[in-house]
């Protein structure tokens, strides 16, 4: 432990023509003084649990299944909200928990809500390739019945 202290340098620079003591004690406390007025990084969206339990207030958690994880987060970092995303993996298949603070339920609530209308919004929408499927047979079946045509109209003409 010692050995890591002992390491650790700080480079500091002072113009002065003459360096004395005192210079160098009052560039030192000047130094300090700012290290101490520094804020502390403060951290927001997604983070560890331990770092989101060291703000102090009450974590909540609900359930989250994995493929809504990633659309969750997008929803999450617009809104603002601290969370932490945490795997149990003593189940099969694992489940997923989302913590955040008590305070955000508010905020959280309506993030839900949001995020659960774009879900749903795109469970109701058929997929690509559905409306390509239908597309090929559509123009399948014009294609039969033109052929038809140009057949009765070359019938006729002879």
């Not at 030192?28 to 290290?35: G, K, S, Y």
């Not at 339990?53 to 809504?68: F, H, P, R, V, Y």
């Not at 298949?93 to 913590?99: A, I, S, T």
Request: charged share 40%.
């Amino acid at each position: 432990m010692q050995e890591r202290n002992a390491e650790k340098m700080i480079s500091l620079s002072v113009r002065a023509s003459k360096m004395t003591a005192n210079v160098l004690k009052s560039a030192i406390h000047r130094f300090l003084a700012a290290q101490k007025n520094k804020s502390p990084k403060v951290y927001k969206g997604k983070q560890s649990v331990k770092r989101l339990a060291k703000s102090g207030e009450k974590l909540t958690n609900i359930e989250i299944t994995d493929e809504n994880i990633k659309s969750f987060s997008r929803v999450a970092r617009k809104y603002g909200i601290d969370y932490s995303l945490r795997k149990d993996k003593s189940e099969e298949p694992p489940r997923y928990f989302v913590f955040f603070k008590a305070k955000d339920t508010d905020t959280m609530t309506a993030a839900f809500k949001e995020f659960l209308g774009k879900e749903m919004d795109k469970k109701k929408k058929p997929s690509i390739r559905e409306k390509l499927h239908k597309l090929v047979k559509e123009l399948a079946a014009k294609n039969k019945e033109r052929t038809r045509e140009k057949n009765k109209q070359r019938e006729e003409s002879l």
